[in-house]
């Protein structure tokens, strides 16, 4: 992870680089969040829990944990609840996105499934 984050750096390409790297609380795995040259957001992810072994401890996260989605403590940027790449309908036509789609405090279960 940090290879690739080293090579957009050396390549004078960190403006790519949106957030990270980084280590996800509740999978424990390593990201990169990059954008491509076309503005989508793209995910590198890498080594979560190995749960082959059934004396692995099980540990609950809680939905109010900050820590569950970057166990490092890096805030989730803005845009990551502002943004999203247009959805196009069955013609093709860009579906509008409504500001209360994007309010988080208006969701009542998270991105983990939890409420």
Request: net charge negative.
């Amino acid at each position: 992870m940090l290879c690739r984050a080293d090579l957009f750096g050396s390549l004078r390409k960190e403006h790519h680089i949106e957030r990270g790297p980084g280590r996800h609380g509740v999978s424990n795995a390593f990201y990169l969040y990059l954008r491509d040259p076309d503005g989508h957001r793209v995910e590198i992810y890498t080594s979560d829990y190995y749960t082959g072994d059934p004396d692995h401890e099980t540990y609950r996260w809680n939905v109010h944990d900050d820590r569950r989605r970057d166990f490092w403590g890096n805030a989730v940027l803005e845009s990551w609840y502002k943004e999203a790449t247009p959805v196009l309908d069955l013609h093709g036509r860009p579906q509008p996105v409504t500001d209360a789609l994007l309010d988080e405090s208006a969701v009542t279960v998270g991105a983990d499934g939890l409420g």
